[in-house]
């Protein structure tokens, strides 16, 4: 996108520097073409989310089946009949970081010639690749064990080799999304009170490292409401069947991409024109249903 400008006199803001080859204009881009994360606590939908993009493709290394019913995203490796993860030809495989690194290989050579490719790559999740990572380095120095390699070395060169997954997999033209746990702490401040305080489950050297780099951190959160539902009964009266409908309240569990929780102060991230508000998920589509959000507050006013 370009801006034109009319001027009395002077330059365009296009020829301003024309040296440097500066270009005029912002340039806005879409959700799934960004470097983000996803998180929540256990069973609030992370997964079932990503599931529901038809243009990712899921590096799922926690190597669990998958929860969105038909899911239009690509998953690699995926649970076997028996429980076992099976790569793409339906052969049962022990997953290494080895897997990730020739994924990582192969979607670069699908945007070096163009080929049909997806838009966003997902690593699912942050945990298990570091505990895949932890043998990987060590084969690399040539260690038995990952406590055999020298302390901040070892540390230093896992999270690079993970940062070096999403810069690499950026520069040639995909969007990239981490997949991490949320923790919830109950802080006591009093007798019978307390403060809840939510924490990426990140340590303090990856989270210093990756958190300035993610253009959004998608916070995710399941709550239970109780709703009116209109429930078809039948009932015998004087010896006929009647049908009635008569409502009922039923407790029914909704997920919400949480973006104005004040409890997640510090952990929400957007870069928008303005603020994302908070986005009840549908089943059916919850990715669209951010993406929606997203195009919004990106909309100049």
């Known amino acids: 996108m370009s801006n034109t400008h009319t001027l009395a006199t002077g330059s365009t803001v296009a020829n301003k520097y024309p040296s440097l080859g500066s270009v005029a204009g912002n340039t806005q881009y879409p959700l799934g073409k960004m470097f983000g994360l996803l998180v929540g606590e256990s069973s609030s939908g992370k997964s079932f989310i990503m599931q529901s993009n038809p243009d990712a493709y899921i590096i799922n290394v926690d190597e669990t089946a998958a929860v969105y019913p038909d899911s239009p995203a690509c998953m690699f490796p995926v649970a076997g009949s028996d429980g076992r993860p099976v790569d793409e030809n339906g052969n049962p495989i022990v997953m290494t970081w080895d897997h990730v690194e020739q994924k990582k290989k192969l ?64 520069r040639h033209g995909y969007g990239v999304f981490f997949i991490c746990h949320l923790a919830r702490k109950h802080i006591p401040m009093a007798e019978n009170q307390h403060v809840e305080e939510f924490r990426i489950m990140l340590s303090d050297g990856l989270y210093a490292r990756l958190f300035p780099m993610f253009d959004v951190v998608i916070p995710v959160m399941a709550q239970w409401r109780t709703e009116e539902k209109i429930i078809e009964t039948t009932t015998t009266v004087g010896g006929k069947q009647v049908k009635r409908k008569v409502p009922q309240s039923v407790k029914v569990r909704k997920h919400i991409a949480a973006f104005e929780n004040e409890k997640l102060e510090g952990i929400v991230k957007t870069r928008t024109l303005s603020r994302m508000t908070t986005v009840e998920l549908p089943e059916d589509n919850p990715w669209g249903a951010i993406e929606s959000e997203f195009v919004r507050a990106n909309t100049a006013r």
């Open 107 to 170: 979607l670069c050579e699908l945007a070096n010639e163009n080929k049909p490719r997806p838009a966003t790559v997902v690593l699912d999740t942050i945990s298990d690749s570091l505990r895949l990572l932890r043998p990987y380095i060590a084969k690399m120095y040539n260690r038995e064990k990952f406590t055999d390699v020298d302390g901040r070395l070892g540390w230093e060169r896992l999270f690079e080799t993970l940062i070096d997954f999403a810069v690499t997999l950026r």
